[in-house]
């Protein structure tokens, strides 16, 4: 029977979705919305009309069986079918957190899980000065992994942007798989994270942001994706120099610092928000002149928030045999480099606790152009991704 629907599952994708289908698409999975109808017109289909009872149990079977990818495409696939079909995977799969998976493009958006780790690694392009963020698959340090996201550097005068996205061949604010960027100061100590959604409800635009009438009723607002910032990463000068490992800290102004605690909860989000691109194909995208606009926006949304995650890079020790600086990566890293780190919650008031001794990330060279990154909760692989990336931007003061 579950050998049946797949084979049904198949040709009824192929035969109403063609080359366009992706599995990472978020028309696909994850909206509700107008350009929804283009895959809701099998719901009529006989795959949307099989008893709802009959259809859960199948759906919970395949879920079960087909956990690692890439087999695990064919959970994205059955929510693909129609809106029934992906309501009940959207109810049987668990977000990250509970489950430890990546399944949807959201959960690159969603908090690691708490008890574990979620293994990734990361492959950088000197050439296209673009970085690629892969989900392992096996053990090996470096294998061919399932992409979760990508990033391109783009140098700017003041300071450098780094592009990020779902989609490898699609890394432009403009585009539909754009969900953030990472801004840094001219001396490259400074970072600031922006995310392409609203990092909580109630946040209202700045009254200096203006509007764009496009129609008689209609009114867009100049506002480009990626006004939010969600974290702020700065590096300080070393007494050491280049002999000792760099000094970071990260505000992650939308998580709680209670999030680490027991028992304690860090910003969900369930839906990849919607581009104006897709709302309102036939109108013009109306963009920011300046970064000015967008830079006092973010300012002005996020302002930094008592009681916000500290995170600082864990400590080495100063290794006698080696005469170097170490830190124990059980394994995930084999090649000395001031990139890596590990960082770990800063205690606002008080002794540190055990919570403040868990490794939240670590990042760490392997290869010429290759690098581990591990990360739990509360930060999700989007955050951690860009803090990895302030990493390779050039040091100037430090």
């Not at 992409?147 to 490898?168: F, G, M, P, V, W």
């Not at 604010?173 to 970072?191: D, E, H, I, P, W």
């Not at 949304?301 to 045999?321: A, D, F, M, V």
């Not at 059980?330 to 990139?339: L, Y």
Request: proline share 6%; with cysteine.
């Amino acid at each position: 029977m579950e050998d049946t629907i797949n084979k049904g599952l198949k040709k009824g994708i192929e035969y109403k979705i063609g080359r366009k289908w992706r599995s990472w698409s978020r028309r696909v999975v994850h909206q509700d919305n107008c350009h929804m109808m283009r895959i809701d017109g099998m719901e009529q289909s006989c795959w949307a009309n099989m008893p709802p009872e009959l259809l859960r149990e199948v759906l919970i079977k395949l879920e079960n069986s087909e956990s690692e990818w890439p087999k695990r495409s064919n959970v994205i696939n059955c929510a693909g079918v129609c809106k029934s079909w992906r309501d009940i995977m959207k109810e049987i799969v668990k977000i990250p957190e509970l489950s430890g998976k990546i399944t949807f493009p959201i959960s690159v958006k969603q908090p690691g899980p708490r008890e574990d780790v979620i293994k990734c690694f990361i492959k950088r392009n000197r050439t296209m000065q673009t970085y690629h963020l892969y989900l392992s698959v096996t053990d090996a340090l470096a294998d061919n992994g399932k992409l979760l996201l990508a990033a391109r550097k783009c140098r700017q005068t003041t300071c450098n942007d780094y592009i990020i996205s779902l989609q490898a061949n699609e890394m432009s604010k403009g585009c539909s798989a754009y969900v953030g960027k990472l801004r840094s100061n001219f001396l490259g100590t400074k970072f600031t994270v922006f995310d392409s959604q609203l990092p909580q409800s109630g946040v209202k635009m700045m009254k200096s942001c203006s509007a764009k009438i496009s129609g008689p009723n209609q009114v867009l607002p100049r506002v480009s994706a990626g006004n939010y910032a969600v974290a702020h990463i700065s590096y300080e000068m070393n007494v050491l120099g280049s002999r000792g490992p760099r000094k970071m800290l990260c505000v992650m102004d939308t998580i709680p610092d209670s999030a680490i605690r027991l028992g304690g909860v860090a910003p969900t989000p369930t839906e990849l928000p919607i581009s104006r691109s897709e709302l309102f194909p036939m109108l013009p995208l109306f963009r920011s002149k300046s970064n000015h606009v967008e830079d006092n926006l973010s300012t002005a949304l996020t302002s930094p928030t008592p009681g916000s995650l500290i995170l600082k890079n864990k400590s080495p020790r100063w290794h006698e045999q080696l005469q170097c600086w170490c830190l124990n990566f059980h394994g995930r890293v084999t090649v000395a480099s001031v990139k890596n780190f590990q960082l770990v919650a800063s205690p606002e008031d008080g002794p540190p606790g055990p919570e403040h001794e868990k490794v939240v990330l670590q990042f760490g060279k392997v290869g010429k152009d290759v690098f581990t990154m591990d990360y739990c909760y509360p930060i999700s692989a989007y955050q951690a991704f860009a803090i990895c990336l302030s990493s390779f931007d050039t040091k100037i003061a430090c």
